[in-house]
């Protein structure tokens, strides 16, 4: 059988490359993505350089607007 659009086919299962024969890694983790340090360590130097609980830049109009003045 011959594909309608010349040059679409894939090559010959003997001639196929790893990725397109279907092989898959063993190892999720060796995929190359994800932090190269612990994801701990990774997350924890990311918190470090944030605020520790940053104010809404609205929430002392709202708490102005809102609130009952006697």
Same mark, same amino acid.
């Given at each position: 059988?011959? +594909?309608?659009?010349? =040059?679409?086919? !894939?090559? %010959?299962?003997?001639r196929q490359s790893g990725a397109q +024969?279907?092989? $898959?890694?063993d190892n999720v983790n060796a995929q =190359?993505? =994800?932090? #190269?340090? =612990? +994801?701990?360590?990774?997350? %924890? #130097? $990311? #918190?470090?350089?944030? /605020? /520790? ?5 609205l929430k002392e109009h709202s708490e102005? $607007? $809102? !609130? *009952? *003045?006697?």
């Amino acid at each position: 059988m011959s +594909a309608p659009n010349a =040059g679409r086919q !894939s090559p %010959d299962p003997e001639r196929q490359s790893g990725a397109q +024969a279907g092989q $898959t890694s063993d190892n999720v983790n060796a995929q =190359g993505a =994800g932090p #190269k340090e =612990g +994801a701990e360590q990774a997350s %924890d #130097k $990311t #918190k470090e350089s944030l /605020s /520790s609980n940053p104010e809404h830049p609205l929430k002392e109009h709202s708490e102005e $607007t $809102t !609130s *009952k *003045k006697v």
